[in-house]
């Protein structure tokens, strides 16, 4: 799989000030009453403990009136609870101005201290690509800070209030599929070529860097978007989104977040939001979504590792009706009533396409009236992979709670070859014939969707999965009792298919299994076949159900048939 180019103003992972670099110098005084205490710090942090470990500070009026650079490390001491100079000496300068008053000193100091990596100061620092623990991303924290005051105005010690000089990105992540199952932070880049560092636990996953700034100008002035994040897999294959559009600057001091689900192949932002590094909302357009500190729905979003055209037609007098559609996260447009026919180009450095809607019926009348989506590409290898929910489509704003009994998706990707993978189907109650045929020779959709639906309508599963050739594990089927048609063709010549389970035990009504299975499961490829069902009663009765003298259970899946396993789901 391709993978995006990183540029090289971000390869050089540096950030520069518009100052020069002094050199570092070691001027010591012997004055005691004249050493410059540091009684607080604080890091523009939402952390509890926001107290700066370590800095390096100078005084920059002693060396403009003077010529001597006073400087030193001062490091916090936990058991006293105070800073400890090292390395050098900070003195007040205590010159009077012409009116005999004392001259304000300037103070200018930064954080972490300088290593032969980073060569910190004040007005530069280079940041480390390898961020893959707290410390090291700790590390990477490029923070500065100035103050002015006299001797006399700080009795009790220096206050410094440091500044992050660089940007966060902060991503929280839904993995899916076994291709994710041992991701680690070595398998992730974002943008800069850094390695940042993965946290994952019981109940949440996340990754945090810390990169550079980056202008508007530098943005726009590249031919194509950069890379955000990119993934290697645990089959080797790499994927990757580019910046969203959205996101027109990397800011200093700004955190930038995501929320992504990688998995099954496919790489996808739901929301994107960007707040102060403290946490604190930036107040922006309302209507930005890159403003919005609230996640995203989950909208059916397609991507591609290569650019591929989207389209969408109608048949048999369908208008498609309050459907709209965006590309890497910019502005949405309304989908004509006709479809569209000349393709909506995404897909790699062009980002991904997404849709929402305001429809309660869908994307169909009936089995025939309805609209298609296909994609176009020039690429061989070109693939699609679908995420979201498709509830999305119906009311984008309250999708969760959205009435689905009208909605129908009939066709809607019928014969995309090159579709992988497919929306989310949560909804439990169904219309009749909601997915008829909905990935009809879908022949590279290699997962599934869920179909927890308990109560089943007409026809609602017609036909859904016919002659996909990729597949080889069926959605689990929990209805106990099956509705006319229902399962009608579900997975005819699905030939790769290994693994069926169907948990009904009222098996009754007319056509439910007719050629469901016909076919499936016999490539040459297949040497194991797995049927679960909710009994041997249940078992017994699909074997004894025939139509017009077609089994409703082939030869193939019976239990004594070869490299054929019958597994019995009684509690």
Same mark, same amino acid.
Not at 299 to 325: H, Q, R
Not at 533 to 549: F, G, L, M
């Given at each position: 799989?391709?993978?995006?180019?990183?540029?090289?103003?971000? *390869? /050089? =992972?540096?950030?520069?000030? @518009?100052?020069? %670099?002094?050199?570092? $110098?070691?001027?010591?005084?012997?004055?005691?009453? !004249?050493?410059?205490?540091?009684?607080?710090?604080?890091?523009?942090?939402?952390?509890?403990?926001?107290?700066?470990?370590?800095?390096?500070?100078?005084?920059?009026?002693?060396?403009?009136?003077?010529?001597?650079?006073?400087?030193?490390?001062?490091?916090?001491?936990?058991?006293?609870?105070?800073?400890?100079?090292?390395?050098?000496?900070?003195?007040?300068?205590?010159?009077?101005?012409?009116?005999?008053?004392?001259?304000?000193?300037?103070?200018?100091a930064f954080t972490p201290l300088t290593?032969?990596?980073?060569?910190?100061?004040?007005?530069?620092?280079?940041?480390?690509?390898?961020?893959?623990?707290?410390?090291?991303? *700790? /590390? =990477?924290?490029?923070?500065? @800070?100035?103050? %002015?005051?006299?001797? $006399?105005?700080?009795?009790?010690?220096?206050?410094? !209030?440091?500044?992050?000089?660089?940007?966060?990105?902060?991503?929280?992540?839904?993995?899916?599929?076994?291709?994710?199952?041992?991701?680690?932070?070595?398998?992730?880049?974002?943008?800069?070529?850094?390695?940042?560092?993965?946290?994952?636990?019981?109940?949440?996953?996340?990754?945090?860097?810390?990169v550079a700034p980056v202008s508007a100008?530098?943005?726009?002035?590249?031919?194509?978007?950069?890379?955000?994040?990119?993934?290697?897999?645990?089959?080797?294959?790499?994927?990757?989104?580019?910046?969203?559009?959205?996101?027109?600057?990397?800011?200093?001091?700004?955190?930038?977040?995501?929320?992504?689900?990688?998995?099954?192949? /496919?790489?996808?932002?739901?929301?994107?939001?960007? %707040?102060?590094?403290?946490?604190?909302?930036?107040?922006?357009?309302?209507?930005?979504?890159?403003?919005?500190?609230?996640?995203?729905?989950?909208?059916?979003?397609?991507?591609?590792?290569?650019?591929?055209?989207?389209?969408?037609?109608?048949?048999?007098?369908?208008?498609?009706?309050?459907?709209?559609?965006?590309?890497?996260?910019?502005?949405?447009?309304?989908?004509?009533?006709?479809?569209?026919?000349?393709?909506?180009?995404?897909?790699?450095?062009?980002?991904?396409?997404?849709?929402?809607?305001?429809?309660?019926?869908?994307?169909?009348?009936?089995?025939?009236?309805?609209?298609?989506?296909?994609?176009?590409?020039?690429?061989?290898?070109?693939?699609?992979?679908?995420?979201?929910?498709?509830?999305?489509?119906?009311?984008?704003?309250?999708?969760?709670?959205?009435?689905?009994?009208?909605?129908?998706?009939?066709?809607?990707?019928?014969?995309?070859?090159?579709?992988?993978?497919?929306?989310?189907?949560?909804?439990?109650?169904?219309?009749?014939?909601?997915?008829?045929?909905?990935?009809?020779?879908?022949?590279?959709?290699?997962?599934?969707?869920?179909?927890?639906?308990m109560t089943l309508a007409k026809g609602?599963?017609?036909?859904?999965?016919?002659?996909?050739?990729?597949?080889?594990?069926?959605?689990?089927?929990?209805?106990?009792?099956?509705?006319?048609?229902?399962?009608?063709?579900?997975?005819?010549?699905?030939?790769?298919?290994?693994?069926?389970?169907?948990?009904?035990?009222?098996?009754?009504?007319?056509?439910?299994?007719?050629?469901?299975?016909?076919?499936?499961?016999?490539?040459?490829?297949?040497?194991?076949?797995?049927?679960?069902?909710?009994?041997?009663?249940?078992?017994?009765?699909?074997?004894?159900?025939?139509?017009?003298?077609?089994?409703?259970?082939?030869?193939?899946?019976?239990?004594?048939?070869?490299?054929?396993?019958?597994?019995?789901?009684?509690?």
């Amino acid at each position: 799989m391709k993978r995006n180019n990183i540029y090289a103003w971000m *390869a /050089a =992972a540096m950030t520069l000030a @518009a100052c020069s %670099t002094n050199d570092i $110098a070691d001027l010591g005084g012997n004055d005691a009453d !004249n050493v410059v205490n540091v009684a607080a710090t604080r890091a523009n942090t939402s952390s509890n403990d926001n107290t700066i470990k370590a800095f390096h500070l100078v005084n920059t009026t002693q060396q403009s009136e003077y010529d001597k650079k006073y400087e030193a490390d001062y490091k916090y001491d936990d058991a006293s609870s105070t800073y400890v100079m090292t390395n050098g000496t900070v003195l007040w300068c205590n010159t009077n101005d012409n009116a005999g008053t004392k001259v304000n000193n300037l103070f200018q100091a930064f954080t972490p201290l300088t290593t032969a990596a980073n060569l910190a100061s004040y007005d530069r620092f280079y940041i480390p690509i390898y961020q893959a623990s707290p410390e090291l991303l *700790a /590390a =990477a924290d490029w923070m500065t @800070a100035t103050a %002015t005051s006299t001797k $006399a105005a700080a009795t009790d010690g220096l206050s410094l !209030n440091f500044e992050h000089c660089n940007a966060k990105l902060h991503f929280t992540v839904t993995t899916k599929g076994d291709d994710v199952t041992t991701l680690s932070s070595e398998d992730i880049t974002v943008i800069g070529g850094i390695t940042p560092y993965y946290h994952t636990d019981e109940s949440n996953k996340t990754i945090e860097a810390i990169v550079a700034p980056v202008s508007a100008d530098e943005i726009t002035s590249s031919t194509s978007r950069p890379t955000l994040i990119s993934f290697r897999l645990a089959g080797g294959d790499e994927i990757s989104v580019p910046l969203p559009t959205s996101i027109t600057e990397i800011a200093a001091g700004k955190q930038y977040n995501f929320s992504i689900t990688v998995g099954h192949n /496919a790489l996808t932002i739901s929301s994107v939001s960007v %707040t102060d590094w403290n946490n604190q909302d930036i107040t922006e357009d309302e209507n930005d979504e890159a403003a919005s500190s609230l996640p995203l729905p989950p909208y059916v979003t397609f991507t591609s590792n290569e650019e591929v055209g989207f389209k969408m037609t109608t048949n048999y007098g369908y208008t498609i009706s309050d459907l709209e559609y965006s590309v890497n996260y910019g502005e949405w447009k309304l989908i004509p009533e006709n479809g569209i026919s000349d393709g909506v180009t995404f897909g790699s450095s062009k980002g991904n396409l997404r849709l929402r809607g305001k429809n309660l019926n869908g994307t169909a009348t009936n089995e025939r009236s309805c609209s298609k989506i296909s994609f176009s590409s020039n690429e061989t290898n070109a693939k699609v992979a679908c995420t979201g929910d498709i509830r999305s489509l119906l009311d984008y704003e309250n999708y969760n709670t959205v009435n689905t009994s009208n909605a129908r998706f009939c066709q809607l990707f019928s014969t995309c070859d090159i579709l992988t993978s497919a929306p989310e189907l949560p909804a439990t109650e169904l219309a009749e014939s909601c997915y008829y045929s909905m990935f009809f020779e879908c022949q590279s959709l290699t997962t599934a969707p869920e179909l927890p639906a308990m109560t089943l309508a007409k026809g609602c599963y017609y036909n859904m999965f016919n002659n996909c050739k990729a597949l080889t594990s069926a959605p689990e089927l929990p209805a106990t009792k099956l509705a006319n048609n229902c399962y009608n063709g579900m997975f005819y010549d699905c030939t790769n298919l290994e693994s069926v389970t169907m948990l009904a035990t009222d098996v009754s009504a007319r056509d439910c299994l007719y050629k469901w299975l016909y076919d499936a499961g016999t490539d040459d490829s297949v040497t194991q076949r797995t049927l679960t069902v909710a009994s041997q009663e249940a078992y017994n009765t699909i074997v004894n159900t025939k139509y017009d003298n077609n089994p409703a259970l082939p030869d193939n899946w019976k239990k004594d048939a070869s490299g054929t396993t019958v597994i019995y789901n009684e509690q």
